[in-house]
């Protein structure tokens, strides 16, 4: 899998911009030095997690005695229903914060950044290029980056695309995903025939 392919595909499954309304709803009650802070440290600790998911990936499935084709088509699964839910998002969003309550890993590190669907992701892109560990570590810092700065920014892509913009972009990434999840199901059935 090329380098961008698989940081585009980490990318729309973080979906920076579907979260962008509640990183508003958590920050808002802090100041902008803090939130800065806040922010800072969350994308740092989810980057921990991806990392350690992608290095780690092919012993935990060893472990589990979990094949690649089972992972590749549960992993397409579970990305169409994250994909569809982009589409026809579900009214309102639990954070399981109070009011003025400071995050610490979750609900922002995870699920929102490194959630069970990336983690699925670079599981199984860790079992099926072990040998392009680089190439996919290069893949999640690009995907990171991208998430990073459109987080980082929030207020700016909240004034620049509105309430509406953002839920149009969300459903569009979502119909991308809804692709790249087929694709992945359609792989792992392929692989599974292969073998039979």
């Not at 940081?7 to 920076?16: G, R, S």
């Not at 969300?170 to 692989?191: A, F, H, P």
Request: hydrophobic share 55%.
């Amino acid at each position: 899998m090329e380098i961008l392919s698989a940081a585009t595909m980490l990318f729309l499954i973080m979906d920076p911009l579907g979260n962008l309304p509640v990183v508003l709803s958590i920050l808002k009650h802090f100041d902008k030095k803090r939130r800065r802070i806040i922010l800072i440290r969350e994308l740092s600790a989810a980057l921990v997690i991806l990392l350690l998911f992608l290095y780690a990936g092919k012993s935990i499935l060893g472990f589990l005695h979990v094949q690649p084709e089972t992972l590749s088509i549960s992993g397409g699964v579970i990305l169409f229903i994250i994909a569809i839910k982009m589409i026809f998002p579900s009214a309102g969003s639990i954070t399981g914060l109070a009011a003025g309550e400071e995050p610490f890993i979750v609900p922002m590190a995870i699920p929102m950044i490194a959630g069970p669907s990336v983690i699925a992701s670079l599981l199984l892109l860790s079992t099926q290029y072990s040998n392009h560990m680089f190439e996919l570590s290069i893949s999640v810092l690009l995907a990171w980056l991208g998430t990073s700065g459109i987080l980082m920014f929030y207020g700016f892509f909240h004034k620049l695309l509105g309430e509406r913009g953002l839920k149009a972009v969300e459903r569009l990434m979502g119909l991308l995903l809804v692709m790249i999840s087929t694709q992945m199901l359609l792989d792992g059935v392929k692989s599974y025939m292969d073998l039979q």
